[in-house]
């Protein structure tokens, strides 16, 4: 079997069924908390106006007035930490070099894919257009687009759009006819863009000088919207807060209406979102919203309302403490989170972003700036801010540069304290004026045009400057392939843990000394006659294939003499030849040395590696190029051929050693200094893998683990489904972890709010080092789960009770009432064996009176939920497998999903993901998940006696040791993996002498 090449097959069984052959991965992990602070600078204008979490990373949109066009919409991803994916991605208008084109808001559909609006001014002549659009989330490229009612929009901003639960989209806005802002807009469409109705709400009481705006728009649980804006009699008289609910025909006269607060002054409704019973996102029991405020005296302010579902304020206040307010969430720990600026001491001078955080009673917290580290003393604004899983809050904004009156694009994200090191807590007044009037607005609806397709021009494009200032504090995934990791965390003793292989851990020699507290945790310190050995072990030999090697180290000075970081290798010090690999320091720069027995070459990196300073180092073989390169504290050196010393790179029975050269008494290459964070990836890392672990700094990798898994209810009755979450453990030590269930509030991809009713609710569970626990738990059906494809989604809180940290895991429950996959007898977490087969059965069956086809999708992703780059579904790269089943009325339809290993670890493998589209409207409903991790799995080395040729001489070793003679060098007599020392084995390897693959 050749493991770097997957090909679908597909077979028939007894409904029409199929077999997918797909390669399977392990766990997916969630982050520890991280803080960051991007900033994308041109020396003209752009700016955030939203954000969105994606299951990558983030998602952030806004404006640009420059490179492509006049005023372009621009869309940017990041990673977790703030690292830009990509190009950024620029939309124009396609009605000239006059027509401009703004975004408001972004938005993950329920696909994965984005959903942007915004508006378009002027549309065609004079007149405007509220557009939306939807774009591919890996190309950029657009889906479709549509402006809305061509005639009369504003282009003062304010468009928000948003997935219905029952699939489309609802779009809010506002409408300009003259010199007034006639009505607030609301339109919903289908799930390609169409219009499905549109109308406008004006206030009657006012007259045609009367101005309604709408400006956010959240969808309730029953299908009725709830709208935030303001309402006054004329564009010089007061504006009033508006908040109000539709009837489930939204183009119907509301639910109610009301405005808020009797004290004079001038309010603006910008932001709201739906605040349920103890955050458990299915209860809703009123709205919180908040917007702009200026008093009698001229003086800004913000204010903030939380009023219960018959639209009854519950409390409401003024304060001075934030200015232009653009964003409140409901914050999942049962608060509330508020995005805006600081009031500056120089009246009318905009301050500091800022966010703020409120109490459920109506009390201000804390609240923290947010300055721009490029540019500080100049203004921010944020446009919107977001919960993010780990507890910390991501945001999108506005920063002011030094160049004139041009704005930065800014995307930042918090722990959960709201605050790192480019930011400050705000002590003092918290001062506040409550309020509790409330007044009923007669709204009146008007019908609206249709809408009209648009082709915006798309154009992926480099900014002129990448990002100037990042700052990632947080633990970082482990990278792929990691089969050797040495923490060095041990406060004392002469063990050295090796949580990636816990039954080959490392011996120190001599007592090393612990550092406590230094780098990443604890670490240790070498002298002129310390080491440590970890026992040789297949999965660190790399034969011929790519293999990479990295640790955090401390020289004491530039050594001199050579200071051997990792070797393992059988020759001497910079040798002619020998076999295996090294890392070390050589006068100041980081060197390596690789042999394949006769031959064998040193390489200069000529990157220092600066004395009693904590650096990162890396060297990563290129097995395809055989290319040695270089990295220290991120930067690379040029790619490096290793001339004669092609070929296998295994060096059997020799230890792998950190700190010292060559011999079981090593007298020689001793090093003097720190040395943490030791690793052995088997393949090469990319410069982003080294760069993460690099900026990831004395938080280091992530030793936890968790993950939550899906489940279906398979009948319109059935009261719960059973589901779970793996929690992961490496440490080196046994950690005890505190878990807890709640509802999520609907969202990307969770159509209904979440459950309420946990088995348990909460709980805790002792994990071993180097080892997962599934943790079962039994869901109630939540309310709304009551149509086929109705998607309902939770959480589980972790807490490892030895270190604080908080890990979040994410689940969903789906009605599958039509079609209801039965998954096969497969436990959550399952070790793929080092022969990299499984079996996950799983069964379809069609609960409908007719015979019907289901689309299904299975996709594999890697921890980090990005599609691994490495994986080959269908031979050509495809790593999305798309196919439809057949059943009779009443019937089965089968699936066999055979998982197949090439080179993953069980640190950081990844997930399959099954999908189908239960409800036949184009989304697909994720159905099942299976995580899944190798067994150290040896790579092939065909050089089985050790004497560096490939020839007879291999063959005629591998026939002795497996009629079981002698075996000097340790080779394993499996070479052709399939779990049998017998006469396959001999076959493979004599079609690989003869030139064949390796199997």
């Avoid at 040791?961 to 084995?985: C, E, K, M, R, Y």
Wanted: hydrophobic share 40%.
């Amino acid at each position: 079997m050749n493991r770097k090449h997957v090909s679908v097959v597909r077979t028939s069984c007894r409904a029409a069924a199929i077999a997918a052959l797909v390669l399977a991965a392990g766990a997916a992990q969630a982050r520890g908390p991280t803080t960051f602070q991007t900033l994308q600078t041109t020396p003209m204008n752009e700016y955030a106006t939203s954000i969105e979490r994606t299951p990558k990373g983030y998602v952030a949109v806004g404006d640009s007035q420059n490179l492509v066009a006049p005023q372009a919409v621009m869309l940017v991803r990041t990673d977790s930490f703030g690292n830009r994916v990509g190009p950024a991605w620029f939309y124009s208008s396609p009605f000239g070099p006059n027509s401009l084109v703004s975004a408001q808001c972004v938005r993950v559909a329920s696909d994965g894919n984005y959903v942007v609006s915004g508006e378009i001014t002027p549309l065609s002549g004079s007149t405007n257009g509220i557009f939306a659009m939807k774009v591919n989330s890996s190309t950029g490229a657009l889906m479709w687009a549509h402006t809305y009612d061509a005639a009369g929009f504003t282009g003062l901003g304010g468009t928000v759009i948003r997935e219905r639960s029952g699939g489309g989209y609802v779009i809010i806005g506002r409408r300009n006819v003259g010199p007034a802002l006639l009505g607030g807009v609301i339109i919903t469409t289908d799930k390609s863009g169409f219009q499905t109705s549109g109308c406008e709400f004006v206030n009657p009481q006012f007259g045609v000088n009367g101005q309604t705006t709408f400006n956010d728009v959240r969808e309730n649980p029953d299908g009725t919207f709830s709208i935030v804006g303001w309402t006054r009699a004329s564009t010089t008289a007061l504006r009033q807060v508006l908040l109000l609910r539709t009837n489930i025909q939204p183009c119907t006269p509301p639910a109610w209406a009301n405005a808020y607060f009797t004290t004079p002054g001038n309010y603006a409704g910008e932001s709201l979102d739906l605040s349920f019973n103890n955050a458990a996102g299915a209860n809703l029991t009123g709205l919180v919203a908040t917007g702009s405020y200026t008093n009698a005296n001229n003086q800004p302010g913000a204010f903030a309302l939380l009023v219960n579902n018959a639209g009854n304020p519950l409390w409401e206040f003024t304060t001075p403490w934030m200015v232009n307010p653009q964003s409140i969430r409901a914050n999942p720990a049962g608060d509330f989170i508020l995005g805006g600026a600081a009031p500056n001491a120089a009246t009318g001078a905009p301050g500091d972003g800022q966010i703020m955080r409120v109490a459920t009673n109506g009390l201000i917290t804390w609240r923290q700036l947010l300055a721009n580290a490029s540019f500080p003393g100049r203004p921010e604004l944020v446009n919107e801010v977001i919960p993010t899983p780990d507890g910390g809050f991501a945001l999108g904004a506005r920063a002011d540069n030094y160049f004139g009156p041009n704005a930065d694009f800014m995307m930042a994200k918090t722990n959960a304290l709201g605050t790192s090191n480019f930011q400050c807590d705000i002590p003092g007044d918290f001062t506040q004026t409550f309020d509790q009037g409330v007044r009923p607005v007669p709204l009146q609806p008007v019908a609206l045009n249709p809408s009209m397709p648009i082709d915006l021009i798309f154009t992926p494009l480099n900014i002129d400057q990448p990002d100037i200032c990042t700052e990632v504090h947080g633990c970082v995934t482990p990278p792929r392939g990691m089969v050797l990791w040495i923490p060095q965390d041990e406060p004392a003793g002469g063990v050295a843990t090796n949580v990636a292989n816990p039954a080959f851990n490392g011996t120190d020699f001599n007592g090393p000394a612990h550092i406590i507290g230094a780098y990443v945790d604890n670490s240790r310190n070498y002298n002129s006659t310390q080491w440590t050995d970890v026992p040789d072990y297949p999965s660190i030999n790399p034969a011929q294939r790519s293999f990479t090697i990295d640790a955090w180290v401390s020289p004491r000075n530039t050594q001199p003499n050579i200071g051997m970081i990792v070797n393992k290798f059988s020759g001497n010090l910079m040798s002619l030849t020998g076999r295996g690999y090294s890392l070390f320091i050589f006068n100041g720069t980081l060197w390596a040395q690789i042999g394949n027995g006769p031959s064998a070459v040193s390489l200069n990196s000529g990157l220092a590696v600066t004395p009693l300073t904590w650096s990162h180092v890396a060297a990563v073989f290129d097995g395809t190029s055989n290319t040695m390169q270089f990295f220290v504290n991120g930067t690379p050196s040029p790619a490096m051929g290793i001339g004669g010393a092609v070929g296998s790179h295994s060096s059997p029975g020799i230890p792998f050693r950190i700190g010292a050269g060559s011999g079981a008494a090593p007298t020689n290459g001793f090093f003097a200094g720190g040395i943490d964070e030791v690793e052995f990836h088997r393949l090469a890392l990319t410069a982003a893998d080294i760069n993460g672990i690099y900026l990831a700094g004395v938080n280091g990798k992530c030793k936890t683990i968790v993950h939550g898994a899906s489940a279906n209810f398979c009948s319109p009755t059935q009261p719960s489904a059973n589901s779970s979450i793996t929690i992961c453990n490496y440490n080196s030590t046994p950690h005890t972890y505190t878990y807890s269930f709640m509802g999520t509030p609907v969202g990307p991809g969770c159509t209904v709010a979440g459950p309420t009713i946990f088995g348990p609710m909460s709980g805790s569970v002792v994990v071993a080092p180097g080892s997962c626990v599934s943790v079962p738990v039994t869901i109630q059906r939540p309310l709304g789960l009551n149509y086929a494809g109705a998607t309902s989604c939770w959480q589980a809180f972790i807490t490892d009770t030895s270190t604080n940290q908080s890990f979040t895991a994410e689940g969903r429950v789906v009605d599958a009432r039509t079609w209801c996959n039965i998954s096969g007898p497969l436990t959550p977490t399952a070790p793929f064996t080092p022969l990299g087969n499984i079996l996950i059965p799983v069964s379809f069956m069609n609960n409908q009176p007719f015979a019907a086809s289901l689309n299904i999708r299975v996709e594999v992703v890697d921890a980090d939920q990005d599609h691994d780059r490495w994986v080959d579904l269908t031979s050509t790269g495809n790593q999305v497998l798309d196919a439809t089943l057949n059943a009779p009325a009443g019937g089965r339809a089968d699936l066999n999903i055979i998982g197949v290993l090439i080179g993953l670890n069980h640190i950081a493998g990844g997930q399959i993901i099954l999908s189908a589209d239960l409800d036949n409207d184009g989304t697909y409903e994720r159905v099942g998940e299976w995580d899944a991790y190798d067994r150290d799995q040896p790579p092939c080395d065909p050089d089985v006696n050790g004497d560096g040729v490939v020839d007879q001489g291999d063959v005629d070793y591998l026939i002795n040791i497996v009629a079981g003679g002698p075996n000097p060098t340790g080779a394993d007599p499996d070479f052709n993996g399939d779990g049998v020392a017998d006469q396959g084995d001999v076959d493979s390897i004599i079609n690989v002498v003869a030139g064949g693959p390796c199997p």
